[in-house]
């Protein structure tokens, strides 16, 4: 029997050719592009017929890559693909999980039921689960998060030697607490306000007890910047030493990067969900233990 049928989307390559090598899956061969008029093309060269197949394609830029991903994910069905698995190391639409205001579309639901007709299961890391509590209350597939807790702490452990975890906002305390834990440092959770894309206002608690710590901003995902800028520089208000940042997806819209480089922000590290020179938390071994379990 053949093995399983990696297909890797995005341009995560490193990320596919780790899996690839510890999970013993063929490494398969794929074109997509868009034409000049932006539409999708994909041809899957690989034999699929009677082969579970998994694709991975973290989900940042998600408009320009579901319409190709449900091309792909439809044309392996035709092909004979046995089951169809998703790897999406970050999963895009979780956000606006509510409305906010009259009329709003709840797009993760949508979203999910997109994601939902193509594939038979999916895997991520840490999802930003806030108003849900699990993927299960809109994906109906199997879907299974993870947390990339364990292999920050790993980073952490080599890297730090007081830490001090903080939490941007309530939403963060899931996996700022679970860090904190398992690192046996202390922790702080922040109020955010969001006043707009660019804008959010922040309450801190009193930090004196706290000034021999290396803070460590940790947040699940870096859009435009705005929260950890406004946090690092809160930070600097209350003299403490210039922080660390980890995130698990860095999306660094826009200029985010470039303005991050120009804060007090000693050192901005990401794991490898969506590929960028600040990476340095592998989620390969991660990803690929509960790959097995799923295979
Ligand atoms: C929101 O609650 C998330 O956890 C992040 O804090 C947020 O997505 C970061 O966005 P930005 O970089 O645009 O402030």
Partial sequence: MSNPLLLVLDNNLALGKALAQQQNLEL???CWRHFPD???YVRVDSPCAG?????????DQPD???VPLCFLADLLRDLGAKKIGLITPYLAYLRQDTQFQPGEAVSSRTFA????TFFDWLITVDPHLHRYQSLDEIYPLTGVSLSASPVIAQWVRKNVTTP???GPDMESRQ???QLALELNCPYLILEKE???DHEVRLNLPDLNALHQHTPIIVDDICSSGTTLLEVAEQLQQRTLPPPLVIVVHGLFAGGAWEKLQHSSIRQLVSCNSVPHHSNAIDLSELIGEQLKKLL
């Fill in 64 to 66: 320009q890559k579901t």
């Fill in 194 to 196: 969001r006043l707009g």
């Fill in 38 to 40: 932006g539409e999708s």
């Fill in 113 to 116: 039921r997109i994601i939902s």
């Fill in 51 to 59: 082969r579970d197949v998994i694709v991975l394609c973290s989900l």
């Fill in 164 to 166: 001090l975890i903080v």
């Fill in 28 to 30: 398969g061969s794929l």
């Fill in 175 to 177: 996996w700022v607490e």
